[in-house]
C-alpha cells in the first residue's frame, strides 16, 4: 500500500477538508443572508404587483377585501390561541399580529448577532451608517411633519422612516459585482439600524391601554428566558415555546406583540455547545471508524449503511447541530420562511390599494405627497447629510473602494420604505373606520410609489455612478 493511502494520511486530509469547509462556514450565514434579501425582493415585488391587480378587477376585488376579514382560530374549548381582548382575530390580524411577530423575531435576531460578531460589533466600522440611519429617520419625520402639520394624517409621521433591506438589496443585485461590498454591508447596517429605530416607535408609539397584571406575567416569563440563557440551556424549544406564551401575553396586554418577537430573540444564547476544536475533534474520530483496511472502492458504492456506520454519521449530525448557537440556527433557518412566505403574504394582503374611482391627482397631495416626499426626498437628505458631515468631520470612515458619486444614490436607495412603511401606516390608521380606511389607502399608495420612485432613481444613478467591471472587493463576497 502506498504512503498516499495510508490510514494516518487518509484522516489527516479528511481532518484538513473538515477544517477547511468550517473556516469557510464562518462567513456562508452573512453571504446567504445577501443572496436571501435580494432574492426576497424579488418575491415582494411580484406579490405587491398581485395585489394591486387583483384588487383592482371588479369581478375579483369583493372576494379579495373578504378573504381578509374571515376569523381565524386556534382553539381548545372556550379559549382561542388568535383571539385578542376576547374577540377572535381576522386573517389580517393574524399576519399583521402573528406573522409579522415572527418577522420581527427574525430581525431581532440579525439585530443581536450584528451586535456581537457583524458590522454592530465594531464601533468604527459601525458608525457612519449607524450616523446615516439616524438622519435617514429624523429627516423624513421633519419633512412630513412640516407638510401635514394641523391636518387629521400628522400621526403618520414615522411611516417613511423605515427602509426595505429586501427591496433595497434587490436593486443592488441587479447591478450584480458592479457594487463594492463595503457599500453592501453599509446599507445592510443602515437597514438593521433603521429596524432598530421602527421597533422603537412602535414599542412607544402603539402600544395603549396596559394591562398591568399581563404585562408583569410576561415579564417573569422573560425572567426565565434570561435564566435559561444564563444557565446555557440551548433548547430551540425553550425559547419558541415560551416566547409563544409571552407574544400571546403582548398581544391581550396593550404591548404591540410584534416587540415581544424581538425581546424573546434577545433572550436567544449566542453560544454553542460545543467548541470548534471539540466538534472538528468528534468528526476525526467518527470518519476515524471507517477502516481503512476496508477496500477504499467500497466507500464509493452507493449502499445501504451498516448500524455502526449510520451510529457514526449521527454522532457527525448531533456534533454539527451542537456547533452552531441557537441564536445562528434559528436565524438562518428563518430566512427562508420569512422571505419567502411571511413578507409576500404581508406584501399581498396590505397592498391591495382600491384604485378604482380614486383620482390619479390625489397621489401628488394630502398624505400621499406627504410620504413620497418624505421617503424620496426625506430619506436621500437625512442619510446622504448625515454621512457627509460624519466623514467631512472624520467621525467615521468612507466605506472601502467608494466616493460620494456612489455614495449620493445609495442614500437615495435607502427611500425604499415599503415592508415597514406600510406596517406602521396599518397601525397608525384604523381600517375600520371609512375615513381613516381612505388615509390609509393613500398612505399605502404613497408608500408604492416613493418606495418605486426612490429604487428608479438610485438604479438609474447607481448604474452611471459605479465603473464598469467587476468592484475591487467583489471577490470578498
Given amino acids: 500500500m502506498s504512503t498516499n493511502s495510508s490510514p494516518k494520511h487518509r484522516i489527516a486530509n479528511w481532518d484538513a477538508e473538515v477544517r477547511s469547509v468550517f473556516d469557510k462556514g464562518i462567513f456562508f450565514s452573512a453571504r446567504q443572508a445577501l443572496r436571501r434579501h435580494a432574492s426576497g425582493g424579488n418575491i415582494l415585488i411580484g406579490a405587491t404587483v398581485l395585489a394591486l391587480i387583483i384588487a383592482n378587477i371588479p369581478?375579483?376585488?369583493?372576494?379579495?377585501?373578504?378573504?381578509?376579514?374571515?376569523?381565524?382560530?386556534?382553539?381548545?374549548?372556550?379559549?382561542?390561541?388568535?383571539?385578542?381582548?376576547?374577540h377572535h382575530m381576522s386573517l389580517m390580524s393574524f399576519i399583521n399580529d402573528a406573522l409579522m411577530a415572527i418577522f420581527f423575531f427574525s430581525i431581532g435576531l440579525e439585530i443581536k448577532r450584528e451586535v456581537l460578531v457583524g458590522e454592530l460589533s465594531s464601533?468604527?466600522?459601525?458608525?457612519?451608517?449607524?450616523?446615516?440611519a439616524c438622519g435617514g429617520m429624523a429627516i423624513p419625520v421633519l419633512f412630513y411633519y412640516f407638510l401635514s402639520r394641523g391636518t387629521d394624517y400628522a400621526g403618520g409621521a414615522a411611516i417613511p422612516m423605515a427602509t426595505d433591506i429586501a427591496f433595497s438589496l434587490g436593486v443592488l443585485a441587479m447591478l450584480g459585482k458592479r457594487v463594492p461590498v463595503s457599500l453592501k454591508i453599509f446599507l445592510t447596517t443602515l437597514a438593521v439600524v433603521d429596524d432598530i429605530g421602527g421597533i422603537i416607535v412602535i414599542a412607544v408609539f402603539y402600544s395603549s391601554h396596559i394591562e398591568l397584571m399581563l404585562l408583569l406575567y410576561a415579564l417573569v416569563l422573560f425572567g426565565v428566558l434570561l435564566l435559561g440563557s444564563v444557565m446555557r440551556i440551548k433548547s430551540k424549544i425553550f425559547y419558541l415555546g415560551i416566547g409563544g406564551v409571552i407574544w400571546f401575553l403582548f398581544l391581550n396586554s396593550g404591548i404591540h406583540p410584534t416587540i415581544a418577537g424581538v425581546l424573546v430573540a434577545f433572550c436567544v444564547p449566542a453560544t454553542p455547545v460545543f467548541a470548534p476544536r471539540k466538534y472538528i475533534k468528534i468528526i476525526r474520530s467518527s470518519i476515524s471508524h471507517f477502516k481503512a483496511e476496508e477496500d477504499p472502492e467500497d466507500l464509493e458504492k452507493r449502499t445501504i449503511l451498516s448500524k455502526e456506520q449510520l451510529?457514526?454519521?449521527?454522532?457527525?449530525?448531533?456534533?454539527?447541530?451542537?456547533?452552531?448557537?441557537?441564536?445562528?440556527?434559528?436565524?438562518?433557518?428563518?430566512?427562508?420562511?420569512?422571505?419567502?412566505?411571511?413578507?409576500p403574504l404581508f406584501a399581498f394582503a396590505n397592498a391591495g390599494i382600491l384604485l378604482l374611482g380614486m383620482d390619479p391627482a390625489s397621489v401628488f397631495e394630502g398624505i400621499s405627497l406627504s410620504v413620497i416626499i418624505g421617503l424620496v426626498l426625506g430619506k436621500f437628505v437625512g442619510i446622504f447629510s448625515f454621512s457627509w458631515l460624519a466623514v467631512k468631520l472624520g467621525i467615521a470612515p468612507m466605506p472601502a473602494h467608494a466616493n460620494w458619486h456612489m455614495m449620493a444614490p445609495m442614500a437615495m436607495l435607502g427611500g425604499i420604505g415599503f415592508t415597514v412603511s406600510i406596517f406602521i401606516a396599518s397601525l397608525t390608521f384604523n381600517a375600520a373606520?371609512?375615513?381613516?380606511?381612505?388615509?390609509?389607502?393613500?398612505?399605502?399608495?404613497?408608500?408604492?410609489?416613493?418606495?418605486?420612485?426612490?429604487?428608479?432613481?438610485?438604479?438609474?444613478?447607481?448604474?452611471?455612478?459605479?465603473?464598469?467591471?467587476?468592484?475591487?472587493?467583489?471577490?470578498?463576497?
Fill in 59 to 86: 369581478a375579483l376585488n369583493t372576494n379579495y377585501f373578504d378573504f381578509w376579514e374571515q376569523e381565524v382560530r386556534l382553539q381548545l374549548g372556550d379559549f382561542n390561541l388568535f383571539s385578542h381582548s376576547g
Fill in 123 to 132: 464601533f468604527k466600522q459601525a458608525l457612519l451608517p449607524i450616523i446615516g
Fill in 311 to 343: 451510529n457514526w454519521l449521527k454522532e457527525v449530525e448531533s456534533a454539527s447541530d451542537k456547533v452552531i448557537s441557537p441564536l445562528q440556527d434559528l436565524e438562518d433557518s428563518l430566512h427562508p420562511i420569512v422571505n419567502y412566505f411571511i413578507l
Fill in 433 to 477: 373606520i371609512p375615513a381613516q380606511l381612505d388615509l390609509l389607502n393613500h398612505a399605502k399608495l404613497g408608500i408604492v410609489v416613493g418606495s418605486v420612485l426612490a429604487g428608479l432613481l438610485a438604479f438609474i444613478w447607481l448604474h452611471f455612478a459605479l465603473p464598469k467591471g467587476v468592484a475591487p472587493d467583489a471577490a470578498e463576497e
